[in-house]
């Protein structure tokens, strides 16, 4: 099965109609899965699944203020501004691709 790793800067509509039609109320912090990266470090990310993929998108703060511009206001993403346990890793990452 094909796996596609998504952030802010590859994400379009459909991607985002995905995001909120798993989603319909928003998504929170206990929705998000760790995954490590070869070099060690790591990243949340939300993890969706369809008949073709298995889509990664890797959410740090820009990627939640283009979900939030995206949505309507029954979408919640207030969990994560209230946060205090969870820090964002909001570097632009330059080796999000798309993987085979």
């Known amino acids: 099965m094909k796996r596609i790793i998504k952030d802010y800067q590859s994400v379009n509509g459909d991607h985002l109609k995905m995001i909120a039609g798993e989603y319909p109320e928003g998504f929170g912090i206990d929705d998000l899965v760790t ?52 820090e964002f890793d909001n570097s632009d990452d330059e080796d999000s691709k798309d993987d085979d």
């Open 35 to 86: 995954f490590r990266k070869p070099d060690g470090t790591s990243f949340r990310g939300l993890e969706i699944r369809t008949e073709e993929a298995i889509y990664l998108f890797k959410i740090n703060t820009k990627m939640l203020e283009v979900i939030d511009d995206y949505t309507d206001e029954g979408f919640t993403l207030n969990e994560f501004a209230d946060s205090s346990d969870y």
